[in-house]
């Protein structure tokens, strides 16, 4: 499966932005996919997740409530909704796959995602 991401820029805190990322390569509806995000200097970390089934969704505390995971079968896409967004969310931004046997399943490790994009860079000015 390959995932290239797309989406992101500069913005200015308090904006948004809407993260994409394109799957091809594999059967889609088989993944759950996941966000991530790196920011320089600091470990890769966990920012959004959702299922195969496209209903069950997790967020970080970090996002929660300002971010939103959405995925279309159909066109092999996930995507990430951005809003509000500060300053610490500036980080380059992995989409990833990770294969689900069941519909319902998500994960928010890293280490479980068998797939990665190259990553979009999202920077938030203050």
């Known amino acids: 499966v390959q995932l290239q991401a797309s989406g992101g820029g500069l913005v200015p805190a308090g904006g948004s932005l809407r993260l994409s990322c394109a799957a091809s390569?594999?059967?889609?509806?088989?993944?759950?996919m996941g966000w991530f995000r790196q920011a320089l200097g600091k470990e890769r970390e966990f920012v959004g997740a959702i299922a195969r089934n496209g209903i069950h969704r997790d967020y970080s505390d970090a996002v929660r409530g300002r971010f939103f995971i959405s995925r279309n079968n159909a066109e092999n896409a996930v995507y990430l909704e951005m809003n509000s967004l500060k300053p610490e969310d500036t980080a380059t931004y992995f989409c990833?796959?990770?294969?689900?046997?069941?519909?319902?399943?998500?994960?928010?490790?890293?280490?479980?995602?068998?797939?990665w994009g190259q990553g979009t860079l999202v920077t938030v000015s203050s």
């Open positions: 990833a796959a990770d294969f689900a046997l069941c519909g319902n399943y998500y994960s928010t490790g890293a280490s479980d995602y068998e797939y």
């Open positions: 390569g594999g059967t889609f509806r088989n993944f759950a």
